[in-house]
């Protein structure tokens, strides 16, 4: 029985991981947030966490370091960066001392919040560079928290990018360079919890495969693709699962 149960739930992960890689593949994101918020059906956030951690630093590394605006983006975020590694550190700290509904309730928030964002949110006005000094850390702070607290960097990271107007190769690079820090701060927070188990650092090893099967899909089918429409549906879908989350766990 246990073996069928094992088997059950190891294609169900490999199915969610292919989902979040086809979903990388053709839109450019969504593998951790995606992942994760269908992960926190089945399981516990804090037990989910560590099943992500091996494909998303993969991809984001490899985001990050794909093109040449690695060192434009270094120097323009390196504060944006520094708040996030701090941000997620602190909040991951508190991971094993929180209760995993209200860690689940509020991934569905940070989901929904994403999602409404993308959906019907005006753009946010350029900020002046004299704000842009001060307000970029605190965003990166604010970024680093929830993705302590939830496993996603999204918000408010994404929206903030977006908002300073950045050459596509910089916001592409930057975003995946603030993945990756807040990524490797969470596996550091949790390996010092003891929340990251060689049962579950194993299963996230083995999660690479139908990730990155799904983002090599995803990237042929986006040849013949209306890319701003399929992110139209993503956006839909990440609505609908966060709230679903939200109600399950904090109503």
């Known amino acids: 029985m246990s073996l069928s149960i094992d088997l059950a739930d190891a294609l169900l992960v490999f199915g969610i991981f ?17 992942s994760l918020g269908l992960l926190a059906l089945t399981r516990s956030l804090p037990e989910a966490m560590p099943l992500v951690l091996v494909p998303t630093i993969a991809a984001n590394i490899w985001q990050a370091l794909a093109g040449g605006a690695l060192r434009p983006a270094l120097r323009r975020l390196w504060g944006f960066l520094l708040a996030a590694a701090i941000g997620t550190l602190a909040a991951a ?28 949110g005006p753009h946010w006005p350029v900020p002046s560079p004299r704000k842009e000094r001060w307000l970029s850390p605190v965003m990166g702070g ?27 190769d910089v916001f592409v690079q930057g975003f995946g360079l603030g993945a990756v820090v807040a990524t490797v701060c969470l596996s550091v927070a949790l390996a010092g919890q003891g929340l990251l188990p060689p049962e579950l650092g194993l299963g996230s090893v083995a999660a690479l495969a139908p990730a990155f099967l799904g983002m090599a899909i995803g990237r042929r089918l986006r040849q013949g693709m209306p890319e701003a429409r399929f992110r139209q549906v993503v956006q839909v879908l990440l609505l609908v699962l966060g709230l679903y989350l939200a109600l399950r766990n904090l109503g």
Do not use: N
Not at 18 to 34: N, S, W
Not at 109 to 116: E, G, H, Q, Y
Not at 145 to 162: E, H, K, N, Q, R
């Open 142 to 168: 604010l970024s680093g928290i929830l993705a302590g607290l939830t496993g996603s960097f999204m918000v408010p990271a994404a929206p903030w990018l977006s908002a300073l107007r950045l050459p596509p």
């Open 93 to 120: 700290g508190m991971l094993s001392r929180t209760d995993a509904r209200i860690l689940a309730g509020l991934l569905g928030v940070v989901l929904v919040a994403s999602a409404a964002v993308a959906l019907f």
């Open 18 to 34: 292919l989902l979040g890689g086809l979903v990388k593949g053709i839109a450019g994101f969504g593998l951790p947030t995606i």
